[in-house]
């Protein structure tokens, strides 16, 4: 299995503040790995970088070999990685499907004049746009209204759109931050076998979450982070053994929802 | 299209003082004296515009408006007194605008009542979409009431021409930097040392944070509005006195350079706004002069361009950390 | 699971509008009984002054349809949008009379003229927060309205008398008032038709993504900036073209007609027909420039009440009175996909 994302050395400071300090690790395909540590430990700045959200102010992020390092958001999400948001960052006043039609939009398939004519062309594109919405949303496991704005749906509903959205990207690397927050218990036991489908579908999936549990049953890997700083990495159990993780997250029990 | 029925908008109405003769003998000093007077009009309109942003982040396109506003408030004032002799003409015209300060105060207090304050937390188009709602608004109204032909103002500040190092320095001018410079001091005093004062920076740095504190928001940003306004309406009636004639559409340029002027200076800070007055004077006397009066407004808006697009924070803002 | 599920689970409530009239707004045929009535407007009332008012309207259309994909779709507030039209009338009017062409001639001249324009203005400003970019256009605005007022080419305050008209064969004219109005009619309703189907393509999808979330629209892969860029040309395009016939029917341009007043007349009509929807901002465009005539009593009041309105709309119904609807068919199948759809709005 090689490496799709490799994130060498990674910091990123706010004026005098390090939120980031040396953050590393890879994630290849078919791989789900978690990033987790107390919050302001850095998770999401790390995430911001990577997708180029915030100008790394150290280190390296390659992807397939490619280096990505500090380019803009839409160009690393053309060269491969897809995200969602801890506070979710959909479209509002457009409908379910535009929302996942978004993750669509590098597919290209018609410009401006097939659109103004309604060339063949165009409306080729336009009906595979809506069939591949429909296909992730039905991968997702979206039971509900699709041709309404997305405002008026319940928050479960959202995370689910919001993660078709990404994988609508078809992109080699998925960024989850935080996807199970807020969801209930049967919903998150959905998105345990969501993560899994995704995972089998060949992408490599890099998430942040609090759930120790769900972190603990998912991920192969774990990258332990706190106060910027990387502190351990390693497979569930060992990550668990660690006197370094066991510290960091000592007295705070009550933050570690399971 | 509707028909075009209004009269023209003034492509700048402080254009008075770089009218000369014969551009050879114009002095440097000169075109300094010009840059600083129309400069300090400038600050003292930019102030209300860089308060109310600061505060709430809010672009007051009618800013301008509350200008003309104050400079017809005068108007309506002066003519109601009827004929005032010369000599207590600097008395009367300093009674009119402690009025005028007031009731454009009230009025500024009251468009952030009714049209602002129901759309905070709405989005920035609709916010601003409004803003040029409340512009219109006082633009036509004053329109309807007053008639939109220009109006010559009841009194017009006289005084003797001075010649210091060569430039030609009129007795009002002096007078009325003086005031400006007296409101902006007690301005500067007021947000430094009075709660209030320490209220609204508190606001403008945390508007959330400073309601957990205790502080009551809403009275804040309204008292915020009140001086904005006030200072504004203040700049109406010495504009008016100073230059003889107001119309509706006055305080439309103005508002666009004293925006300019606030974005100079660094948008949201009080001492910034004062320095961009300045520099934007001071760079429209310069302009003028070298390329013509007739480009004396395009002159500004290109430094406006060129600072929105260099250096967005101005020369005393601080930078702001990126956005997500 | 199965299609049945999801299209059960399509909840009515939340669904499609029901009211009478809002059917009949959203009702596919509306763009062709507009385009009738239009058409057919001439034979209800045709004196000049009627023709006049009617083509000054439709023109009005084509610059509202033209700010809707900037405002509207893409969410950028532009205050100086009337300096496009400005762009396309100078520019074909001078042209047409330095060369004695007809005004058709002129369209390439002003195709480049006004992207060139739409790409200085929106280049360095888009980048900016949205409310400076409305300041900075509204310094655009005037700074054209300025320009064209002191230099000799664009004839200065009193500009450019006897532009030639659109095209001539023979003995049609193109500038017979009733003729003109029938071109300017098609050719709006060509624009609008055009404005609209952008608005549903891949292209218009994005304008609302920038528009509801940038950030969110970074991380699809949509280069915001490019896309907003497109949207200020397209914007300035179908301004141009306003301009082209602006001075066919006048012909003559002068920069009295530039005035901010007219900027902020064009962002009504977008603001309250709905911002985003065609058939709203064509309505709106409509009603602006037709009740003052239809009012002439009021004259002195109706910029005041424009205002007002502006106010009121935003802060109890800022969709405007004919929004977006923001719906779609909960499910569709290839063979249904007929042109007839997603077409004709």
């Known amino acids: ?258 | 299209m509707p028909r075009r029925t209004s009269p023209k908008r003034p492509t700048a109405s402080v254009t008075a003082t770089v009218c000369f003769a014969d551009p050879k003998r114009i002095l440097m000093v000169q075109v300094i004296w010009d840059g600083l007077f129309v400069g300090s009009f400038y600050a003292l309109i930019a102030l209300g515009y860089s308060m109310v942003y600061g505060i709430i982040k809010l672009l007051n396109f009618a800013h301008g408006d509350i200008y003309m506003l104050g400079a017809f408030i005068g108007f309506a004032a002066l003519t109601s007194l009827g004929g005032i002799p010369a000599t207590l003409s600097i008395g009367a015209l300093l009674v009119v605008m402690l009025l005028s300060m007031v009731l454009t105060g009230g009025a500024g207090v009251l468009i952030e009542r009714f049209a602002y304050r129901p759309l905070r937390g709405a989005p920035r188009l609709a916010v601003l979409i409004t803003a040029v709602g409340v512009s219109f608004s006082l633009e036509y109204g004053i329109a309807a009431i007053a008639g939109p032909n220009p109006r010559a103002f009841p009194i017009r500040l006289e005084g003797n021409v001075f010649n210091i190092i060569g430039a030609r320095i009129s007795l009002p001018q002096i007078i009325l930097i003086l005031i400006a410079g007296v409101l902006m001091i007690l301005l500067n005093f007021y947000v430094q040392k009075t709660s209030t004062g320490r209220a609204m920076r508190s606001i403008s740095l945390d508007r959330n944070a400073s309601l957990l504190m205790g502080i009551n928001v809403n009275q804040v940003i309204s008292r915020t509005f009140f001086i904005g306004s006030a200072l504004a309406g203040a700049a109406g009636v010495m504009a008016g006195a100073y230059y003889g004639k107001i119309d509706f559409l006055m305080g439309f340029i103005i508002g666009l350079k004293a925006f300019t002027a606030a974005v100079i200076g660094g948008i949201g800070n009080i001492k910034g706004a004062m320095l961009g007055g300045l520099v934007l004077g001071f760079v429209e006397a310069f302009g003028s002069e070298w390329f013509g009066g007739q480009w004396r407004d395009v002159f500004a808006f290109a430094v406006l361009i060129l600072f929105l697009t260099l250096r967005p924070t101005g020369i005393l803002g601080e930078r702001v950390t990126e956005r997500v | 699971m199965t299609e049945n599920v999801d299209t059960t689970l399509a909840p009515k409530k939340v669904g499609a509008p029901q009211s009478f009239l809002s059917r009949v707004f959203e009702s596919r045929q509306l763009g062709w009984v507009a385009l009738g009535i239009a058409l057919l407007a001439p034979f209800v009332i045709a004196t000049p002054y009627a023709l006049n008012v009617m083509t000054t309207a439709a023109i009005f259309v084509l610059l509202a349809s033209g700010l809707n994909i900037v405002v509207g779709y893409c969410g950028l507030l532009d205050l100086g949008y009337i300096a496009f039209m400005a762009v396309g009338a100078y520019t074909s009017g001078i042209i047409a009379k330095a060369f004695e062409l007809p005004l058709v001639f002129t369209i390439p001249a002003v195709l480049v003229m006004t992207v060139l324009a739409g790409l200085i203005i929106g280049a360095p400003t888009l980048r900016l927060r949205s409310d400076y970019l409305a300041i900075v256009t509204l310094g655009f605005g005037e700074i054209t309205r300025i320009t064209a007022n002191n230099l000799t080419i664009t004839g200065g305050p009193s500009g450019i008398f006897g532009i030639p008209g659109l095209f001539e064969v023979g003995d049609f004219d193109s500038q017979e008032p009733a003729v003109f109005y029938y071109i300017t009619v098609l050719v709006v309703a060509a624009f609008v038709l055009a404005a609209a189907r952008l608005g549903k393509s891949r292209l218009g999808r994005a304008w609302r993504f920038v528009r509801e979330d940038e950030d969110a629209a970074e991380a699809m892969g949509i280069h915001t900036y490019k896309v907003k860029l497109l949207a200020y040309i397209f914007g300035a395009i179908w301004g141009g073209f306003g301009g082209i016939l602006f001075a066919a029917h006048l012909s003559a341009v002068s920069p009295q007609s530039f005035i901010f007043l007219q900027s902020a007349l064009v962002l009504m009509a977008v603001v309250l027909g709905g911002m985003g929807n065609m058939r709203g901002v064509v309505i709106g465009a409509l009603v602006i420039s037709l009740l003052p005539e239809l009012l002439r009593d009021l004259s002195d009041y109706r910029y005041l009440a424009f205002g007002l309105l502006l106010v009121v709309v935003m802060v109890f119904r800022p969709q405007g009175f004919w929004p977006a609807r923001g719906y779609e068919p909960e499910r569709r199948k290839m063979e249904k996909l007929d042109p007839a759809l997603k077409g004709a709005s």
């Not at chain 1, 969801?183 to 959905?190: A, I, P, V």
């Open chain 1, 1 to 258: 299995m090689s490496a799709v994302l490799e994130v060498k050395d990674l910091q990123i400071a706010f004026g005098g503040v390090k939120a980031v300090d040396g953050l590393s690790f890879e994630a290849r395909e078919n791989e789900i790995i978690a990033v987790i540590g107390p919050n302001g430990a850095g998770k999401t700045s790390a995430f911001n970088c990577i997708t180029g959200f915030y100008k790394p102010t150290g280190g390296a992020i390659s992807l397939n070999g490619k280096d990505i390092t500090g380019k803009r958001p839409a160009d690393i999400a053309a060269a491969g990685i897809s995200r969602t948001f801890q506070n979710l960052r959909l479209f509002p006043d457009l409908t379910v499907l535009d929302n996942v039609r978004a993750g669509m939009h590098l597919y290209g398939g018609q410009n401006w004049a097939d659109a103004i004519f309604h060339t063949p062309r165009f409306k080729r594109s336009e009906a595979h746009y809506t069939d591949e919405a429909h296909r992730w949303l039905d991968f997702v496991g979206y039971t509900g209204p699709r041709g309404v704005p997305i405002r008026n749906l319940a928050y479960g509903q959202q995370k689910q759109v919001e993660i078709a959205r990404a994988l609508a990207r078809k992109s080699g690397v998925l960024l989850l931050d935080e996807p199970a927050a807020g969801l209930n218990y049967t919903e998150k036991q959905g998105l345990l076998s969501l993560c899994r489908r995704i995972r089998d579908l060949g992408t490599a999936i890099v998430l942040i979450e609090h759930d120790m549990g769900l972190v603990m049953e998912l991920s192969e890997r774990i990258v332990v982070m706190n106060f910027g700083h990387e502190i351990a990495e390693g497979t569930p159990a060992e990550v668990k053994a660690n006197p370094a993780v066991i510290e960091a997250y000592l007295g705070k029990d009550e933050e570690v929802e399971s």
